[in-house]
């Protein structure tokens, strides 16, 4: 059966595939800006109370905002892979960081190239095995460093000397203005590392925020009660979890003795402060919050100003006109929520992720959608823009008809979410769920825990009403709806062994 699904949709490819050049090139170019752990409460578009995103936030003025988009699997290379496939974790292979990505399976860029696209993915992938679908390939070994980063340009090491956001826009414009058949339309992803941890801050950014106090989240310091184990013996605290590296209190290792003068020019007399202040307890979980913060809305500047600069790209070499441009994340973060930093979680704000889309004569400009979309739903969105046939296969839908402006009635009015990642980095318990426009439902299975929110009533997320009498109607319903979502993304009743796929390293 999946044999001859997949027949079909290959000739389907080749017929598409054999349009002449001159009509593949009407068809829109497709731009997905894309960046690790950017928390939608760091843009100021989703109503930031800490920072401004005016490049972004352009996008959204000339756009369509997304206030509910959730990932499948909130960690950074399922979520890639979910954006690659259309396919939840446990169909393209990809559970948990360190698995290797089976780069022979369908992908939406590999059906664009049949499509006549040229397409390229510059930046961040994480994903061990090498691209596939891609004419032009220059990725970050692994995580990447933030400073002087080698790079893999079609499976051959380069090495780059500056601030990896930067370089990774240098490439992309020297792929857009010199290196791509333009004869063709594109499809260009370009991925950043930041503002991931460790969250160091280019050099024109080191002292910015210097004179200021960020807000402090209003759960900084949760104490994790009326919720069950997984809140409560996790390791992604403030408080506990951050290391002196990731607070700056030692400097970087790779940098050129240029870079290494202006970082300690900038942390120095910061760090030399701090020590002579002597800070305990809730004190110094307050100065963690802040230094953490900073750096990482540090890092966040430097996205958006390069944002801008692909943006002016586009307006000058009159290619915004028909180019579809995306903003988006491979997830949320923690910026101190219930005292966290990282993702993981099925909380909101690792759940929900920034979704931004401008598309010229099409979107209505400063438009919000906030039907439940995912980036399960990217690929064929992105497939649907370039009139490419949708496979089968994919679980997500299109966002084509939102985007035009018609959420269809019949779209979907729930969400399932999977995290396997345990054991592992920062200890979050295995977990699945259900989210509605009102209600979370979540089981963490090894536990055999429960938890439900209200979010109408609790939207932070602190009082877990599981059990109480006035939900068990809606708890019951949640639970059916659960067993349906599975049964229909076709869950298995096992997870996979904690080893699959094997990792493999890349040979030096
Ligand atoms: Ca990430």
Redesign the pocket.
């Known amino acids: 059966m999946k044999r001859s699904v997949l027949y079909i949709c290959s000739l389907v490819v080749l017929i598409v595939g054999s349009v002449r050049p001159g009509q593949a090139a009407d068809k829109p170019n497709i731009l997905f800006l894309f960046a690790?752990?950017h928390a939608y409460q760091a843009i100021s578009a989703y109503g930031s109370k800490i920072n401004k995103t005016p490049n972004i936030d352009r996008l959204a003025k000339e756009g369509m905002l997304f206030e509910n988009c959730f990932v499948t699997n909130s960690?950074?290379g399922p979520?890639r892979a979910c954006i690659l496939t259309g396919k939840y974790s446990h169909l393209n292979g990809f559970y948990r960081n360190g698995n290797r990505f089976d780069g022979s399976q369908l992908t939406f860029p590999k059906l664009l190239q049949k499509a006549g696209y040229q397409t390229a993915i510059i930046g961040k992938w994480?994903l061990v095995s090498d691209p596939t679908g891609f004419d032009y390939w220059q990725i970050l070994i692994g995580q990447g460093p933030y400073y002087n980063p080698p790079m893999i340009e079609n499976g051959k090491r380069v090495n780059h000397v500056g601030y990896t956001t930067e370089i990774i826009t240098d490439i992309a414009l020297d792929w857009l203005k010199n290196k791509r058949d333009k004869n063709k339309p594109f499809l260009l992803m370009c991925q950043h590392k930041a503002p991931?941890r460790n969250w160091q801050p280019g050099p024109k950014y080191l002292t910015r925020y210097d004179d200021v106090t960020i807000p402090e989240p209003k759960t900084l310091f949760d104490d994790y009660k009326n919720r069950g184990t997984a809140a409560k013996t996790q390791d992604m605290t403030i408080r506990k979890t951050l290391t002196p590296d990731d607070l700056k209190l030692v400097p970087p290792k790779n940098l050129t003795p240029e870079q290494r003068k202006a970082w300690d020019a900038a942390y120095g007399p910061k760090n030399e402060a701090f020590r002579k202040m002597k800070l305990t307890g809730d004190d110094l979980v307050r100065w963690k919050y802040q230094r953490y913060i900073k750096d990482y809305l540090r890092c966040i500047d430097a996205v958006d100003d390069n944002v801008g600069r692909v943006l002016k790209y586009l307006d000058d070499s009159g290619l915004a006109k028909n180019t579809v441009v995306m903003y988006s994340?491979?997830?949320g973060?923690y910026l101190g929520e219930h005292g966290w930093f990282d993702?993981r979680w099925m909380y909101e704000e690792s759940l929900r992720t920034p979704f931004i889309v401008r598309w010229p004569n099409v979107v209505k400009a400063g438009s919000r959608n906030s039907a439940i979309v995912s980036n399960v739903d990217f690929a064929e969105t992105f497939l649907d823009i370039a009139g490419v046939d949708i496979p089968d296969e994919m679980q997500g839908r299109s966002l084509v008809p939102l985007l035009k402006g018609t959420t269809p009635k019949d779209w979907r009015k729930s969400f399932y979410y999977h995290y396997y990642e345990y054991p592992g980095a920062h200890s979050v318990r295995k977990h699945y769920g259900v989210r509605t426009d009102r209600y979370k439902l979540i089981y963490f299975y090894n536990l055999d825990e429960w938890e439900l929110f209200d979010l109408q009533e609790d939207p932070n997320e602190l009082n877990s009403v599981y059990g109480q009498p006035k939900y068990k109607k809606i708890e019951a319903q949640l639970k059916a709806e659960l067993a349906r979502l599975r049964k229909e993304l076709k869950l298995p009743k096992e997870d996979p062994p904690e080893s699959y796929p094997p990792k493999r390293k890349r040979k030096k």
């Open positions: 690790d752990d960690i950074c979520s994480h991931h994340s491979d997830q973060f993702k």
